[in-house]
């Protein structure tokens, strides 16, 4: 079992910035991000494998930038230039391969706020 721990939330106003942490308790292949808004469905955000392939959706694509640090097990999403429609509740999800995080499946941190509002 992996165990992620996400930090990093909060209320800004549009156009803020936020940077997101997941610290796992191990290694593993990729680590990436969801995002659930009320009576919105769940959606990935952006995920990198160990090796650095990173993926993002189109809505965050040049605003936000997913990173990660191997050794210290840790991912990260710089949020910018943030807008009301990034209000959610941002998971942290890890996997052992592509499909399990495409899926929605794998393992799963308990979640950080994010409030984008003026």
């Known amino acids: 079992q992996v165990q992620l721990v996400e930090s990093g939330g909060g209320l800004v106003q549009p156009g803020g910035s936020l940077r997101l942490s997941c610290v796992a308790s191990?290694?593993?292949?990729?680590m990436g991000w969801y995002r659930q808004a009320p009576g919105k469905q769940r959606e990935m955000v952006a995920s990198?494998?160990?090796?650095?392939?990173?993926s993002y959706r189109d809505s965050v694509k040049g605003r936000f930038t997913i990173s990660r640090d191997n050794a210290k097990n840790t991912v990260y999403l710089q949020m910018n230039s943030l807008k009301p429609e990034d209000t959610a509740v941002y998971l942290c999800?890890?996997?052992?391969?592509?499909?399990?995080?495409?899926?929605?499946?794998?393992?799963w941190g308990q979640g950080t706020q994010v409030i984008v509002s003026s």
């Open positions: 191990r290694s593993i292949f990729i």
């Open positions: 990198i494998t160990s090796g650095g392939s990173i």
């Open positions: 999800n890890a996997a052992e391969t592509l499909l399990s995080v495409a899926h929605g499946s794998g393992y």
